[in-house]
């Protein structure tokens, strides 16, 4: 089952999710403008990461066509950011882990999404992206640290800034774990601070969603 669903989460932003069955060649079947991407294929991955880079690709192009109707190939900025060159002031989000892809797109600016498979990695890796706060607040719960990392995952996609500190500058409130809900997140610059409403969801009981929108509260 490829193409999973395309939901409006705003006035104009959407979001994509695709459940990966598909070989590469069917993927590239798939995908316009093949010989821009071919020179862009990343050689020497392993399957299942060239099928996700395709599928988020051909995601990426079945979005678009839902919001705009001008050509427009796909390219990554010196951050790794992935955007459509023709619309320079459209937002783009790409993620994948295990057999799920998200795009989240919005003609209105920038956006952030990551998908993650639930697994201890994130409780192991914890004292390095979690204040002391959040650590206390996930307890023993492998959901809850997946959340947690994922939710910084798209406020830093959002900002696309390097060298962030995700234990000291990508901050999110306690919150209790329901199917699905909203995260408060606080990113703490040098001379700024801004709070952002980070949307999450169990997207299959070993997976988890999240993502941010560029409305933000500054303070």
């Known amino acids: ?11 104009t932003a ?3 999710l695709w459940q990966l069955t598909e070989s590469v060649p069917d993927l590239w079947d798939l995908l316009p403008a093949q ?10 991955r392993d399957e299942l990461r060239a099928r996700q880079w395709l599928a988020g690709r051909v995601l990426a192009h079945q979005l678009l066509q839902e919001v705009n109707d001008t050509p427009a190939t796909l390219h990554n900025d010196p951050n790794g950011r992935p955007y459509f060159a023709e619309l320079p002031g459209l937002g783009l989000s790409i993620s994948h882990s295990g057999e799920w892809v998200a795009v ?5 600016g ?3 999404t990551d998908i993650e498979l639930v697994r201890t990695k994130a409780q192991q890796l914890a004292p390095r992206f979690l204040s002391e706060t959040e650590r206390a607040d996930a ?14 995952e798209t406020l830093y996609k959002l900002h ?11 901050l999110l409130d306690p919150f209790g774990l329901r199917e699905a809900g909203v995260l408060t997140g606080h990113l703490l610059l040098e001379n700024s601070r801004s709070q952002h409403q980070i949307h999450y969801q169990r ?5 988890v969603l999240t993502y941010a929108l560029s409305e933000f509260v500054k303070w």
């Open 203 to 207: 997207l299959h009981p070993d997976y």
């Open 104 to 108: 989240l797109l919005d003609p209105r």
């Open 110 to 112: 920038a956006v952030g």
């Open 35 to 44: 010989p821009h991407y071919l020179a862009r294929y990343p050689d020497g």
């Open 160 to 170: 696309s800034r390097r060298g962030l500190v995700f234990k000291e500058q990508l």
């Open 139 to 152: 307890g023993d719960d492998a959901v809850k640290y997946s959340l947690y990392w994922s939710a910084k």
């Open 14 to 16: 959407v979001l994509g």
């Open 1 to 11: 089952m490829p193409l999973y669903s395309i939901t409006p989460v705003s006035q």
